[in-house]
Nanobody, 125 residues
């Protein structure tokens, strides 16, 4: 059974750091790009970052320079390192499996075929 499980969310102060993890099972992680999305209360879900099978990374402008996506195929996991967090980073964060190896149209939800349940990140003092 294909599954994506996010973890690592929590409460962090503005300017703090958090690392989210996405653990994959039921498929070969090496063969697929993985994306991170987030949804804040009252807002639509938006793409945050994507990493291809070649470890080429893409970021939304709102997080570029602060977030870093990485993957460890041996551990069947993809990570999102969040640094210098801001209040507007508060959201439910999801990881999702792309249909292919590259991050083509990575900000479009239909390009993903499996999603995790999400992990909550709250940035507040």
């Amino acid at each position: 059974q294909l599954q994506l499980v996010e973890s690592g969310g929590g409460l962090v102060q503005p300017g703090g750091s958090l690392r989210l993890s996405c653990e994959a099972s039921g498929f070969t992680l090496d063969d697929y790009a993985i994306g991170w999305f987030r949804q804040a209360p009252g807002k639509e879900r938006e793409g945050v970052s994507c990493i291809s099978v070649y470890s080429v990374a893409y970021y939304d402008a709102s997080v570029k320079g602060r977030f870093t996506i990485s993957r460890d195929n041996g551990k069947k996991s993809v990570y999102l390192q969040m640094n210098n967090t801001k209040g507007e980073d508060t959201a439910l964060y999801y990881c999702a499996k792309m249909r292919g190896r590259d991050c083509l149209a990575w900000g479009v939800e239909i390009t993903y075929d499996y999603w995790g349940q999400g992990t909550q990140v709250t940035v507040s003092s």
